[in-house]
């Protein structure tokens, strides 16, 4: 079945840091998902992309569809304390209509 | 617009008990989800359901798992008889065909099972 790495697995940073995880994928997704959960909470949509190269911002979030359709990566900058929580990517591909892969997750904490 | 719905928000029950985990997708949209979440195995998908059919239960752990949709607007997850390894943050999401599958979760039911 399809696979999604996630790394890291968890980052400690400072407040103000730029903070870089990614997504690979062992196939060929049609659609990248970034979601966010805060703890005790759901996880929460952050951006979706759509197409091969896809550079899609939301406010101090940046994440881009890779050109081989298999990774996505997304940046965080000048983070603050309210920042922290599990961030999960998630690919789609054109089977299993409506059902997405999830990775593991990178749990990012922020001192401040 | 209320998100999803889930009920009860955390379950306490003694193994061997009946649970049922209720979920109310957002309206109109027609993909609902079930997911576990666990220190362990992170999230799994469970069983996702499109206008109310169960397409793949291929997550379902053992036939002590039930989930079914009567209508668009209501979904129940079921676990007789409850064991401890059962333990988990329990996430319904739905999501609409048209925005490409982008998935809404709720915010989850916490289940401890003693």
């Known amino acids: 079945g399809q696979q999604l790495n996630q790394s890291p697995q968890s980052m400690f940073i400072q407040e103000g840091e730029d903070v870089s995880m990614n997504c690979t994928s062992s196939s060929i997704f049609n659609t990248w998902l970034w979601y966010k959960q805060d703890p005790g909470e759901g996880p929460v949509l952050l951006i979706a992309?759509?197409?091969?190269?896809e550079l899609t911002s939301n406010g101090r979030l940046t994440a881009q569809f890779g050109i081989t359709r298999k990774d996505s990566f997304l940046n965080i900058s000048a983070s603050i304390p309210s920042d922290v929580g599990i961030y999960f990517c998630a690919g789609k591909d054109n089977t299993n209509a409506g059902k997405s892969t999830f990775g593991d997750g990178t749990t990012l904490t922020v001192k401040p | 617009d209320a998100g999803v719905i889930q009920s009860p928000r955390h379950e306490v029950t003694e193994m061997g008990q009946e649970v049922t985990l209720r979920c109310k997708p957002i309206?109109?949209?027609?993909?609902l989800f079930w997911y576990r979440q666990t220190m362990m195995r992170g999230l799994e998908l469970l069983i996702y359901f499109n206008n109310n059919v169960p397409i793949d239960d291929s997550g379902m752990p053992e036939d002590r798992f039930s989930a079914k949709m009567p209508n668009a607007s209501f979904s129940t997850l079921k676990i007789q008889p409850s064991e401890p390894r059962d333990s988990a943050v329990y996430f319904c999401?739905?999501?609409?065909?048209?925005?490409?599958?982008?998935?809404?979760f709720g915010p989850g039911t916490r289940l401890t099972v003693t």
């Open positions: 309206s109109g949209h027609d993909y």
């Open positions: 992309l759509y197409k091969a190269g």
């Open positions: 999401a739905s999501s609409l065909r048209r925005q490409s599958y982008e998935q809404y």
